[in-house]
């Protein structure tokens, strides 16, 4: 056996358990599945590491049905005691934090340091989220009648949520620590891709004293899982990270109940830069902005919208970043990006360069993948002489590729920036306080940086406008995704 094998082998050993027992996780401890098997695959390589089997529908069932279970067990508690199990689990991540970001990496093709940074998330993310169990209720209401009217803020029961391959551990987290801190109960579908950090996750939630049912595993294919659990009448809500046609779907079969959703789906974020830009900060975080995580990240800025008169330099000088930009091995800490997650998504981006160019781009950067690896590597690449109604301006690629686009005025640059059918994320860059923010607030985007990129906390709203979704994911609001109100009437006149 490798090295790296052994590695692999003996970190699923420790965070999750046996090879042979993998597949889902509830009642608090694994639950192989009973359907095909599922191969997983090291995407530094393209070998195996492991298979597991999919669920069944049996599975899928007996899964929420302990989810219903736990979340009553959940709820009954008092907002403190639920605190104190997320605050647990914080800790616990925090203890496992190093072998948890190396299971990551290998699993998601996510470089090291990255992956550590993610970890220190997650741990803020849980800590976060147990200050709020006691702090978040209801309200009295001053009604005509002098009655006492009150508002209760109720947990919706079982939330379903299912989550996509490139951040997997952070996602989750970021995702079912408020519906866990206002009283619900979890069934989390990680990607069939990379399963492995969620059972740890689960895991050390029954450690940390969450009852068992409270956060439960399944692990199959979308399909498997989807319209199944959507349709039993356990599902109060499902939260949806992932592409906007699976979205669509999910969406649908959440309205034959009806149910709420919560969508976090793809971007085609703008990244403008002026002409009086601090252009060597603007040229750096262009790089982040575009080929962080290999660019399978949703709020890329993956348009670059560039003033005319600065263009030709600005993008030169991106491209001449973007050929300095490490791509490695998941494990090597000088990598900056690893590989792309999964042969499918590899081929994507390979035939999309390839559309953009047959379109007329042409490449400022960008290469054959390194010679010599098996594995699912790019190098980054930068497209100019792009126009936005070209397919590689509109689709997302979820890889490392920016397209260059220039503009005139103030007024193109926006026009351009909303022409999408997106709505994610967005940047301006410029030294005219004035024009950042009437940029900021004309652009159609649920977050946006003004001379920076990227920047994000669990403590701020994030979600998406138009095809990237709705519902806000973190701070206060998520709060409210995850909560419904009781209206409470008492009279309380003499002689009522
Ligand atoms: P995907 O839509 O293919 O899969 C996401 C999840 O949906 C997986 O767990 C998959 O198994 C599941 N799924 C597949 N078919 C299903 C079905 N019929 N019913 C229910 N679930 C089903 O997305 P992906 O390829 O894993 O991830 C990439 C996408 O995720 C990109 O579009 C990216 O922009 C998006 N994303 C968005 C955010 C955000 O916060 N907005 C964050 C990360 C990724």
């Not at 302990?66 to 979340?71: E, K, L, R, T």
């Not at 959940?74 to 907002?79: F, H, K, R």
């Not at 199944?228 to 499902?238: D, G, R, S, Y």
Request: hydrophobic fraction near 45%; charge should be negative; glycine fraction near 10%.
């Amino acid at each position: 056996m490798s090295e790296i094998n052994a590695l692999f082998h003996s970190l699923v050993e420790r965070l999750v358990g046996p090879l042979d027992q993998i597949g889902s996780f509830f009642d608090g401890r694994l639950a192989p599945g009973g359907g095909a098997p599922i191969a997983l695959v090291d995407p530094a390589s393209d070998t195996e590491w492991l298979r597991f089997n999919d669920v069944t529908p049996n599975h899928v069932l007996s899964a929420l049905e302990s989810c219903q279970a736990g979340q009553q067990v959940w709820a009954e508690l008092s907002a403190q005691k639920r605190g104190i199990a997320l605050h647990a689990l914080s800790t616990l991540v925090a203890e496992n934090a190093e072998p948890l970001a190396q299971l990551e990496s290998l699993t998601s093709g996510k470089g090291i340091t990255a992956s550590r940074a993610q970890l220190q998330s997650v741990v803020e993310i849980f800590r976060y989220y147990a200050g709020w169990t006691d702090k978040f209720g209801g309200n009295v209401i001053p009604v005509p009648g002098g009655q006492l009217n009150y508002t209760l803020r109720e947990p919706l029961g079982v939330v379903l949520a299912i989550m996509p391959w490139n951040s997997p551990v952070y996602l989750a987290a970021w995702n079912i620590a408020p519906a866990l801190a206002m009283g619900n109960a979890v069934l989390l579908k990680p990607s069939e891709l990379t399963p492995l950090t969620s059972l740890a996750l689960a895991k050390l939630a029954i450690e940390a004293g969450f009852p068992p049912g409270v956060l439960n595993v399944i692990n199959g294919l979308g399909q498997s899982v989807g319209d199944l659990a959507i349709a039993n009448c356990i599902t109060k809500k499902v939260v949806f990270v992932g592409s906007v046609q699976t979205g669509r779907r999910v969406n649908a079969a959440a309205a034959k109940r009806p149910i709420g959703c919560l969508l976090e789906l793809g971007g085609k974020s703008a990244n403008i830069v002026f002409e009086d830009a601090d252009l060597t900060a603007a040229v750096k975080a262009a790089i982040v902005a575009g080929f962080a995580n290999t660019g399978q990240n949703c709020a890329a800025g993956s348009r670059l919208l560039v003033h005319r008169s600065v263009y030709d330099r600005f993008v030169d000088a991106v491209a001449k970043a973007a050929s300095e930009y490490r791509i490695g091995m998941p494990l090597d800490e000088s990598t900056e990006g690893g590989p792309i997650n999964n042969r499918a998504q590899f081929k994507r981006i390979g035939d999309m360069v390839q559309m953009a160019l047959d379109e007329g781009a042409t490449m400022a950067y960008g290469q054959e993948p390194p010679s010599g690896q098996n594995g699912f590597f790019v190098r980054p690449t930068v497209l100019r002489d792009v126009h936005n109604r070209m397919r590689i301006a509109q689709e997302e690629v979820f890889g490392p590729v920016v397209v260059a686009i220039p503009f005139d005025t103030e007024d193109e640059a926006i026009a351009i920036a909303n022409d999408s059918e997106f709505g994610l994320a967005g940047a301006v860059w410029t030294r005219d306080i004035a024009r950042g923010h009437r940029v900021a607030k004309k652009v159609r985007a649920g977050i946006f940086w003004i001379n920076m990129y990227r920047d994000m906390h669990v403590a701020t709203p994030f979600g998406g406008y138009d095809s990237s979704g709705y519902g806000r994911s973190s701070g206060i609001e998520s709060l409210y995704e995850y909560t419904q109100t009781k209206s409470v009437w008492v009279p309380t006149q003499v002689g009522a």
